[in-house]
Every structure is written in structure tokens, then in C-alpha cells.
């Protein structure tokens, strides 16, 4: 089946989007790289902020090295379909074919990849693109595993889809008990350092 | 308003139950409902309840039969192909005519199938009866984690008021999926009746210690007659279902359960667009509402079915407008593969898709 992307559809883009009351991400990802655990996050920080959220994983069996991703929609309206195609923003934590990808991205979308492990560049055009070096981030942060974090914090600073606050509020809630305290500082640096990379992305602009 | 929270569909359905005042569960692991066994065996021995992971899909439907005998509120869930194997025991439940519930949580088939993923390929096997006997099941498509919550709460409650089995229908995407659910209680505003058939034992607990299925060996007619009055009753008073922006629709979806979520973004971009679409959702899937399918299908004159299987509600769809409107099928092959997820169950009937098949229609 050909790609589905041959025709208009109407609703704003992730730049418009931004202050606004509607956002479709989808993170795609490979099992253990915790994209889902970012996207449940991000439902769950955003339900203060909306009157609506779902989340919607998708995964194969696998669950390390398989294929997952999510999606997750914040919105004030009644949100009708948990799940598109076509999500106004991306981001790819793995090491996936970037030209099937990127064929997902609406117009005037926003696509996020790893420029620590995808060294091609994407071509269209037509949309918003972050290079950002997520795992190499996080390694040097200190663990190579919290490269999701960076993606997040990135994705909140190009959007303020949610603040970073909230997120660090649902974090905590879950990470609850003092055992996981390490991991909570952890996850939190990845968060703000990913948010610093756009920042000194859009200082450049 | 109850408190929100953050669940989904597989968790809700645990939920519910319990909401349900049910407190006992037998069940076996399969993907993807296990967040129902997990759930329940968690939080069940804490409210007194009782929760068995029995040997097989077959011994939960006993158990189920056995505690729905006792007057008790029980459940089991299960998926596609756990569900073939309770059919024996379906259709003794039926034959007793024990309240009970059972959750399908479907999986693409037949067979063993795409090994937990999504798929609506069950439709035929709880609306005719997978087992013997021309039995009927009341069923309940849930298409949110909302309703899968909500409808627990009825299944029980609908089950003990016609002393019936209720299936809850539900699926990959439904169950896995999350959005903030209202823990609310609902009342149902009837009596029920008293279930002065339980076997509770005698003496100072005050019940029977054995009541006899002997309608079907005494007469066959007469047993099938009193079925048929009772069904008819079922098919009168509990028809559900939900039209969507269906008004001045020039173009009529026809879709439930997890399709119907995807139909209904696909209505929404539609007519943001200006384009003439409704949606309508049977909820009961057994009784089907076929008259209020039909009305709706006259009044629209063209009618799409969505479905992730290769046909199987457009059957009743047909029936229901008796030839006299088109009726179009997006099945499976309306589903499409982001590639990078070839392994996660092979593509999604996205809602661009259902939109794409709406334009060539209108």
C-alpha cells in the first residue's frame, strides 16, 4: 500500500501548535529504549494541564530489541481517535529506516531523530527537524539509558506541550520510596540537558 | 464526578468488576488481557475476594460456572483462542442459565493468531454462539477504557437481571490503551431478582443444596420456547448503541469496539473538512440493533463498515437494511504498516485510511 500522505489534512501544526490546546506525538523506538515510559509519562503529567489525554502503545512481542512506539494525544477537545498515521510530531529514538519515517510526518510537523545513532539527514522539507544527540547525551550524563529523558525534555522545550515541572511531578509520584532516588536525579538532568539542547538550537536561530 | 485516573482498558475491566461487587475471578494467562489477571490478583485477596489462576481456560469456565451456581458475582477473562476453549462450558452456563461474565480481550485469529496483538476477528463466535445448544449471550462492545469500566458495572448487572451470561468484548487496542477513566459507581434504578435458585447450602445458611436442569430433558420445546420469550424480553429492552454527527450524513460508518475509536477521528477530520459523514456504534453487538442500524442507514442511503477482521458485523449490517442500501466493507486490508513495526501486529486500519475510503465514496 502506498504511503497515505497523498492528500491535505486540515489541523495546525506543531509550531502553531505551540501555547495551544492540542498535541499528537508519536515516539517510535526499540524495546528497552523506554519510549513508552515516556509517553505514559507525558499522558500522565499532562492530565493537569488538559481535559483530555490518551495514550496508545504499539509493540511487537519482543520486549527487548523489538519495535514499539506510542502515541499520545493532549487535548482540550474530546479526543476521538487514540491513534494516527500521520501524528503532528515525531520522535525516533532508534535506529529505524528514517525515509519510511519521516514519510509519517504531517506538513509542517515536527520530527525529532538521534543524531548519535542516525547520521543521515531527513529530507523533506516540509518539516520542523531536531538533530538531537540523545544517547550521546545521556552517556555522558552517565547512563546510556536515559537517552528517552533527553527526547523528552527536548520535545517539551520545542513545544511546552506540558512544563517540565509537571513531568518531574509524575515522575516522583512514580519513583515514589526513596529506593529509586538515584534514577529520579538521574532522569531529571536528562530532562533539563534535553531541553538545553533546543534552547541553544533556538539561541542560534 | 469520581476521581480520574490514568488506566487502561485491560485495568479498567479489573476495576469495574470489583466497582461490580464482584470478588472472585478464575482465570488463565494470555496476551493481551494478563493486566486483568494481574490486576485482579492483586487487589482481590485484599477486599476478601478470591482469585484462582487455574490449569486452563477450560477450568476457569467451570469455576465461573461453579461460584455463579453458589449466587456469587464471578468473572473470568480470557482472549481469542482461550475463548474457543470455554465453549463447552459457555453453553452449560447457557443451558443453566447462570449469571456470569465473561471478558474477551480479542486477538487477531484464527488459531493461535498473531500471538497477542490486535484484531477483531471474533465478532461471528460471541454474537451466534461459538458453542452448542442456540444459546444467546448478551454482548458489550467496549470502545474506550471508560466503557470497559462502565460496562462491567452493567454486565453484572444485566446478568443478574435476566440471569444470563454477558460477554464484554474488547480488544489489543482497547485494552492497552490509556485515558483518564472516572472511577464512578452507576445505579441501575431496578430491582434485581432474588437468587432463591443459589446453591448456598442448608439449613442455618438457608439455601438449596441442589437444584435439577431438567427443562431440556422433560421437553425440549418447552425449554427453547421459555429461551426464545426470554431473549425476545432481552432484545426489547436492552438494545444499545451511539450515532455520531450523523445528522444530514450523506455517508453512514457502521463500526464498534476499537474501529469505531478510529472511525470517529476519521468523522471528526471529515467534516472538518466539510464532508457529510456520521458514525454509527452498535454497543450491544448481541442484541444488534438492527432496526435503529436500518433507520439510520435509510435515512443516510449509504453505509461503510469498518472492521479489523474480513467481514463479520457487515453480515448484520446487510441483514439489518435488507439490500435496499449500499453497504461497503473496509476490512483488514484496510490496514496499513509503519515500517519499523512490520513485528507489532502487522498495521493498524489508521483513521487517514478510513478517511482516504470515505472521499472515494462520497
Known sequence: MQMLSNYQVSGCNAREEKGMDYFALTIAGLGGQGALVIGRLLAEAGMSKYNHVSYFPNYSAAMRGGESECTIILSNEEISSPAWLEPSSLILMGPAPLEEFEQRAKPGGLVMIDSSLVTKQVSRKDVEVFYIPASKTATELGDSRVANFVFLGAYLKATEAVSLELIEEALEKRLAGGKWDALLSLDKRALREGARLVERRQGVN | MGEKVLIDGNEAIGRGAIQAGCKYFFGYPITPQNEIPEFMSRELPQIGGVFVQTESETASVYMVYGGALAGARVMTSTSSCGFSLMQEGISYIAEAE?????????RMGPG????????????????????HGAYRCIVLASYSPQECFDHMQLAFHLADKYRILVLVLSDFIIGRMAEPVELRTLSFDEPLPQKDWALTGKAKKGGMRRFYISGLIMSPPAYHQHMIE??????????????YRDEDAELLLVSYGSSAKMAKGAVDRARAEGAKVGLFRPITLWPFPEEAVRGAAYRVGKVLVVEDSPGELVEDVKFAVQGRVPVHLLGIWGRYTPRGLMAAGSGIIYPEKILQEMRSLL
Open chain 2, 98 to 106: 447462570m449469571p456470569a461474565v465473561i471478558v474477551n480481550v480479542m
Open chain 2, 112 to 131: 493461535i493468531g498473531t500471538g497477542g496483538q490486535h484484531g477483531q476477528t471474533d465478532y461471528r463466535q460471541v454474537t451466534k454462539g461459538g458453542g
Open chain 2, 230 to 243: 426470554k431473549y425476545q424480553t432481552i432484545v426489547d429492552s436492552e438494545i444499545r448503541y451511539e450515532t
